[in-house]
């Protein structure tokens, strides 16, 4: 087993929402990808979880992967860019010259780097015209520098069973606890780690709606899930700003 110690960077997808443990707390693909090393390297196995809901970007840069490379651990996970791109404000030219000296610089010390590129969830959020460019260009970059630095890429965008509305929480925006499982299996394959076979199992299409039943689901969705969201961003508030991250330490996995 390679790999002894792991540190996952980023936002909510990283962070695991929305796939809850019996507390509350979010557990997702990354816990479940680390607790599935640690059964392979066995209880010399460490893991830290930086990530936290909300983060552009630069704020994950500026305080993410300094600590993660100051741990030297021998596998970091980098998922960044999702929240930027749905701001006014986005700026690709910046971002993707960036992103490049970031991988570059958690491979510097000799970590192996997993990148993403992420799968297509705009299918059934508003704003498809203006995002989905901007989140092509991004899986473009992701892959290119995965390419330039021996990164490891997870394709998420090329597997089409992610536009299964299953696979999303009922905001439409995070994964459900089904799609947390597939990115782990995903992740450990790309690894060449076996997972539970379970994990790339997929949930049975739902029927289709009447469209009336269609219309009041997106209306629900609207005012529990858009409306906050605006209402955020009008205010300059983030979902993230009273949360820190729930592994700020490389630490053992405790069952």
């Known amino acids: 087993m390679r790999w002894r110690s792991f540190v996952a960077v980023g936002d909510s997808f990283t962070e695991g929402m929305d796939d809850a443990y019996p507390d509350g707390t979010f557990r997702g693909w990354a816990d479940l990808v680390a607790t599935r090393l640690a059964a ?16 552009l970007f630069p704020g994950v840069v500026a305080e993410q992967v300094p600590a993660a490379v100051a741990m030297k651990p021998d596998l970091i996970s980098f998922a960044a860019g999702g929240n930027d791109v749905l701001r006014r404000t986005f700026d690709p030219d910046t971002l993707v010259a960036r992103f490049d000296e970031v991988v570059r610089q958690l491979r510097s010390g000799g970590a192996d780097v997993l990148l993403f590129r992420f799968a297509d969830v705009m299918a059934r959020l508003p704003g498809q015209r203006l995002v989905a460019p901007r989140v092509e260009l991004l899986n473009q970059a992701v892959g290119e520098t995965a390419e330039r630095h021996g990164a490891i890429m997870v394709d998420l965008y090329a597997d089409d069973t992610f536009l299964n509305p299953m696979l999303w929480s009922t905001d439409r925006l995070h994964l459900s606890p089904a799609g947390h499982r597939r990115v782990a299996g995903q992740v450990l394959t790309a690894l060449g780690v076996g997972c539970d076979e379970e994990w790339l199992l997929v949930p049975p299409h739902p029927a289709p709606s009447p469209w009336l039943a269609a219309r009041a689901a997106d209306l629900r969705w609207a005012g529990q899930h858009l409306a906050p969201w605006i209402k955020r961003r009008l205010t300059g508030r983030s979902s993230g700003d009273t949360v820190t991250a729930k592994r700020p330490l490389l630490g053992p996995i405790v069952d």
């Open 40 to 55: 392979e390297a066995g209880p010399d196995f460490r893991y830290a979880n930086l990530a936290i809901r909300g983060r």
